[in-house]
């Protein structure tokens, strides 16, 4: 069994200040004033787009990542609806392959949780959930050596199996995604995710993001 911690890696994102042009031509059509664009007036508008709640404009340029976290924050993710997804099947992935090492993969549980592997009670928690991981491995390849088809012997698979999902979500919808999932009442593990993406959104695209904390 391998045990890992969550990543974020960008797919498909465009130059920044290919971007920070576009969406200044496209949001000054609202306003007629094309004439106003000079080398340095994109971010500063766009800014200004954002202060005033005009976030329509920035649904016109996309961003692609994969993310790589268990299948319970998976869950999570796909309820933000204007976005396209793509995820590591259960169903056709046999993890008793030598592609992906004859071992079931697990996002680390102490990572999200902040668990502090020297206390005692930490320590307790996080070793039940080791061995019921390995428990979960040892039935799910048992199924498959009983002649199981992997959607079958998926049924014993646990919520911390590690999965991979591609998101696909245009600006405005990623600074909703944002708001709602770095919040401290956001599921731990679920904001552990969206912060990595969100230090990877702000240093790539600062105008977009940089206000959310």
Request: proline content about 2%.
């Amino acid at each position: 069994m391998n045990v890992i911690k969550p990543s974020i890696e960008i797919i498909d994102m465009k130059n920044y200040d290919e971007i920070v042009r576009k969406i200044e031509k496209i949001g000054r059509v609202c306003y007629k004033s094309e004439g106003n664009i000079t080398e340095e007036s994109a971010e500063r508008f766009i800014r200004n787009l954002l202060k005033r709640g005009h976030e329509s404009v920035i649904e016109h340029e996309s961003v692609t990542v994969r993310i790589i976290c268990d299948r319970g924050i998976t869950h999570e993710i796909v309820r933000h609806r204007i976005a396209s997804y793509s995820q590591e099947s259960t169903r056709y992935c046999n993890y008793s392959g030598d592609k992906f090492g004859n071992a079931i993969t697990v996002i680390d549980l102490a990572g999200g949780f902040e668990y502090d592997l020297n206390n005692e009670n930490d320590r307790a928690k996080y070793d039940v959930w080791n061995h019921a991981m390995e428990q979960a491995e040892d039935s799910y390849f048992r199924m498959l050596e009983l002649g199981a088809t992997p959607q079958e012997a998926r049924s014993v698979l646990p919520n911390s199996l590690k999965t991979e999902i591609v998101v696909t979500m245009n600006l405005r919808s990623w600074r909703n995604f944002f708001r709602l999932r770095c919040d401290s009442h956001a599921h731990p593990q679920m904001r552990e995710v969206a912060g990595i993406a969100l230090k990877i959104f702000q240093e790539k695209l600062p105008v977009f993001f940089s206000d959310i904390e």
